[in-house]
């Protein structure tokens, strides 16, 4: 289920909500800004794939949850319309610049290392993405096309939370093999956090 086949049904982009770690939940007030049924309206989120659950609530919002959050990276993903005017030094984590452009900078990385060692590219298996911290960039990343439509977007504080939760993920979950340890379906699956992160932080591909 991805946020494009919500708000195909919807009208609008779904809003996340919560920390994900445990379900992936998005809400919606649809209903009632398009005057629509907001029972008619579950009925047809629940008749899409991936859906494990809605709720209506209140009078007319939608709690929706989903099976596998990480099937959000089937989505195309762009860079926002925003132009950072954070300073490129210091290089330090007390600069928002640098952890945001070296959230970039660690992804390309990431895809760097995962072709040299061989990570397979094919077999995307969306549920491996079950870590807390790639389930908070995930998170993250399900606010993107919400923001892309609202008049107040707030897109610096979202690239920095969003880098911050990729740093977390990078450095506990890593996107490539340790060690012994060989490549494998997990690592895929982590690339193509890597490959999102990469397409939305604004950034150099090195640091």
Same mark, same amino acid.
């Given at each position: 289920?991805?946020? *494009?086949?919500?708000?195909?049904?919807?009208?609008?982009?779904?809003?996340?909500?919560?920390?994900?770690?445990?379900?992936?939940?998005? &809400?919606?007030?649809?209903?009632?800004?398009?005057?629509?049924?907001?029972?008619?309206?579950?009925?047809?989120?629940?008749?899409?794939?991936? &859906?494990?659950? &809605?709720?209506?609530?209140?009078?007319? $919002?939608?709690?929706?949850?989903?099976?596998?959050?990480?099937?959000?990276?089937?989505?195309?993903?762009?860079?926002?319309?925003?132009?950072?005017?954070?300073?490129? $030094?210091?290089?330090?984590?007390?600069?928002?610049?640098?952890?945001?452009?070296?959230?970039?900078?660690?992804?390309?990385? =990431?895809?760097?290392?995962?072709?040299?060692?061989?990570?397979? *590219?094919?077999? $995307?298996?969306?549920?491996?993405?079950?870590?807390?911290?790639?389930?908070?960039?995930?998170?993250?990343?399900?606010?993107?096309?919400?923001?892309? &439509?609202?008049? *107040?977007?707030?897109? *610096?504080?979202?690239?920095?939370?969003? =880098?911050?939760?990729?740093?977390?993920?990078?450095?506990? =979950?890593?996107?490539?093999?340790?060690?012994?340890?060989?490549?494998?379906?997990?690592?895929?699956?982590?690339?193509?956090?890597?490959?999102?992160?990469?397409?939305?932080?604004?950034?150099?591909?090195?640091?």
């Amino acid at each position: 289920m991805t946020p *494009e086949e919500l708000a195909a049904v919807l009208g609008e982009p779904p809003a996340p909500e919560g920390s994900w770690e445990r379900e992936a939940v998005y &809400v919606s007030a649809a209903a009632l800004r398009r005057g629509l049924d907001a029972g008619e309206l579950a009925e047809r989120v629940r008749a899409l794939g991936g &859906v494990a659950s &809605v709720e209506v609530r209140g009078k007319g $919002f939608l709690r929706i949850v989903v099976t596998v959050p990480g099937d959000l990276l089937r989505s195309a993903w762009a860079r926002p319309p925003f132009e950072p005017s954070w300073p490129d $030094f210091p290089r330090t984590w007390d600069n928002p610049g640098f952890v945001v452009r070296y959230g970039h900078a660690r992804a390309c990385a =990431a895809l760097r290392w995962a072709r040299e060692l061989g990570v397979p *590219e094919t077999g $995307f298996a969306a549920e491996l993405l079950d870590d807390p911290w790639h389930r908070r960039v995930l998170r993250a990343l399900a606010e993107l096309p919400g923001r892309l &439509v609202s008049r *107040e977007p707030g897109w *610096e504080s979202y690239l920095l939370r969003l =880098a911050l939760a990729y740093h977390d993920a990078h450095e506990r =979950a890593p996107a490539v093999p340790m060690g012994e340890e060989e490549p494998g379906a997990v690592h895929t699956a982590r690339v193509r956090v890597a490959a999102a992160v990469r397409e939305v932080l604004p950034g150099p591909d090195r640091l």
